[in-house]
């Protein structure tokens, strides 16, 4: 926030709807600021992840979906092979055009949320995600190759990870025994609690609280996909058009919107 200043703004505030995978999600919300940006730079960490083995500059772009979307593409996608894909799908939305990667401190282990720290005293920077991710695989010890969304991206023409394609300012060097996660994305997906929570976050709706609504009809008006409508001065929320992006929570002004 120091140092963002006047300039932070929150991406959750104002989604707009972008057409997606039509057999997955006709459309998701993604931040106007993203969209409307000349320069995007894109700040990873170094770090591993159970359901992709590593997260670095493609992953990132998955937080580029506001609310609980990111919950729901992980349960519609409902293997890791499937869900490599959509995280790709989902960078090529809006392709950063530098990307610097805070590896000063990494995660290993079972990530994203591993207390296993490393110190690799090391920025990383790039202008290309595939092949940033290609030499942050390579430090972890790790074959690229063996990662879905690496070739996914590599196949849509995005980049490549092949070490005599990548030039390298400095010296690539392993991080030695650094561990990771099960290559198959099992540590997620067969994971009862982590599955119980991801679905947690896709059943959540908004709901108003009739106490504090003052029938302003910010939500509705705000509302990327149109899923809420004024009943007798109150907003509703269809269920089956909302994306859960909680924008409507955003931009409430008497916080009577919530969760539920």
Do not use: C, W, Y
């Given at each position: 926030m120091e140092a963002a200043g006047e300039y932070y703004r929150n991406l959750g505030d104002s989604p707009q709807p972008i057409a997606f995978q039509a057999d997955v999600m006709a459309k998701v919300g993604i931040s106007r600021e993203i969209l409307d940006a000349d320069i995007v730079i894109s700040l990873p960490k170094f770090k591993t992840h159970g359901l992709t083995v590593m997260t670095g500059a493609i992953k990132n772009s998955y937080g580029f979906l506001p609310g609980a979307q990111k919950a729901r593409l992980h349960r519609i996608a409902g293997?890791?092979?499937?869900?490599?894909?959509?995280?790709?799908e989902v960078f090529r939305l809006r392709v950063p055009d530098l990307f610097i990667m805070?590896?000063?401190?990494?995660?290993?282990?079972?990530?994203?949320?591993?207390?296993?720290l490393r110190e690799i005293g090391q920025i990383l920077a790039a202008d290309n995600a595939v092949a940033l991710d290609g030499v942050v695989a390579r430090m972890m010890g790790l074959d690229?190759?063996?990662?879905?969304?690496?070739?996914?991206?590599?196949?849509?023409?995005?980049?490549?990870?092949d070490e005599h394609e990548i030039h390298i300012d400095g010296e690539l060097r392993v991080v030695p025994d650094f561990k990771l996660p099960p290559l198959g994305g099992e540590a997620i997906a067969c994971d009862?609690?982590?599955?119980?929570?991801?679905?947690?976050?896709?059943?959540?709706?908004p709901a108003v609280d009739p106490d504090l609504c003052t029938a302003c009809g910010l939500c509705g008006e705000h509302c990327p996909v149109a899923a809420i409508t004024m009943e007798n001065d109150l907003p509703v929320a269809d269920a089956e058009t909302c994306i859960t992006c909680f924008c409507c929570q955003e931009i409430c002004p008497e916080k009577a919107m919530t969760l539920n």
């Open positions: 293997t890791p092979e499937r869900f490599h894909e959509l995280i790709v805070d590896a000063v401190v990494g995660m290993e282990g079972n990530g994203p949320a591993s207390p296993d690229p190759g063996r990662l879905r969304f690496l070739k996914k991206a590599r196949e849509l023409g995005l980049g490549d990870f009862a609690t982590v599955q119980e929570i991801i679905k947690g976050k896709t059943r959540v709706r």
